[in-house]
T-cell receptor, first 111, second 115 residues
């Protein structure tokens, strides 16, 4: 069964304390892995797409990496405004919206 | 301007009622979707739709039906609401460019509570 698992479920960091979020997947025929950010009461907001093992993408304090079985979202020197739930999703092909989402990691960054 | 907007933000109703959620996108995208986020926070696709094709997740009860008056709108109709329908429903859209991995643009969600 296709599955996406994110860990930890929740992460509390002090401002400036770098860390990583994990997304492991067991799918047949990965067509792309997505990271989204979701703020309370809002819809997910796109961050990155990764297509192949070894690929890396960066945006401000965030860096996403991909292996054959998992992806990491590295957060360097986080700020309180980085607090949000980070969702990982994999695309299985077929319809463009055919994504399987993980449960997310709720990140809290304290000043 | 809001790219994907949905109304209402909150919807509280009784079991057995019929309700609709409206969604509009001003991005000129060809494909729209409805996702459901349940109490466990998992986002699951319900429908994807463009003016050619409706793809339905086989787990969605037929009490749920998407209605698209035009390319910019995709409404969700729900008949005979049940307690288990309580969730947050998200509308989303994406362009069709030939790639299979276009990012999705989400609305801000409609929190449905069935009493």
């Amino acid at each position: 069964e296709d599955q996406v698992t994110q860990s930890p479920e929740a992460l509390r960091l002090q401002e400036g304390e770098s860390s990583s979020l994990n997304c492991s997947y067991t799918v047949s025929g990965l067509r792309g892995l997505f990271w989204y950010r979701q703020d309370p009461g809002k819809g997910p907001e796109f961050l990155f797409t990764l297509y192949s093992a070894g690929e890396e993408k960066e945006k401000e304090r965030l860096k996403a990496t991909l292996t054959k079985k998992e992806s990491f979202l590295h957060i360097t020197a986080p700020k309180p405004e980085d607090s949000a739930t980070y969702l990982c999703a994999v695309h299985l092909g077929g319809s463009q919206g055919n994504l399987i989402f993980g449960k997310g990691t709720k990140l809290s960054v304290k000043p | 301007d809001t790219a994907v907007s949905q109304t209402p933000k909150y919807l509280v109703t009784q079991m057995g009622n019929d309700k609709s959620i409206k969604c509009e996108q001003n991005l000129g995208h060809d494909t729209m979707y409805w996702y459901k986020q349940d109490s466990k926070k998992f986002l699951k696709i319900m429908f994807s739709y463009n003016n050619k094709e409706l793809i339905i997740n086989e787990t969605v009860p037929n009490r749920f039906s998407p209605k698209s008056p035009d390319k910019a709108h995709l409404n969700l109709h729900i008949n005979s609401l049940e307690l288990g329908d309580s969730a947050v429903y998200f509308c989303a859209s994406s362009p069709i460019t030939g790639a299979t991995n276009e990012k999705l643009f989400f609305g801000s969600g409609t929190q449905l509570s069935v009493l």
